[in-house]
């Protein structure tokens, strides 16, 4: 089973690929939802001196979908070194089907 994990430097949770694979819209409007929230604890000026951004949505499927046409027949290992809310991983799920992901692992350091 391929499993994505999320954490910060104090802990680690590990989330199934296999728990709702299929791009649901309801999860996307709840994830930028909460990217909002987020985004009004932190002042412009605390987010851009921890280099925080967030990607918009339809860029981070133009990314993926781009990466799957370039993807091996093999699969894919996915890694999001700054996962924040997940846009990446959301288009992930969103542009490649279940069988062609073999590893997802996303990380976060600030525990908001």
Avoid: C
């Amino acid at each position: 089973m391929a499993s994505i994990g999320f954490g910060n430097i104090g802990s680690m949770i590990w989330l199934s690929l296999d728990s709702r694979m299929n791009h649901d819209k309801g999860r996307e409007e709840e994830r930028l939802e909460l990217q909002a929230a987020l985004d009004g604890q932190k002042t412009p000026l605390e987010r851009n001196r921890l280099g925080q951004f967030a990607t918009p949505t339809a860029l981070a499927l133009d990314i993926l979908q781009f990466a799957n046409q370039l993807a091996p027949r093999s699969g894919v290992r996915f890694l999001d070194p700054a996962f924040g809310t997940g846009s990446f991983y959301s288009a992930l799920r969103a542009v490649f089907e279940k069988r062609q992901i073999k590893a997802a692992v996303g990380f976060e350091i600030d525990n908001h």
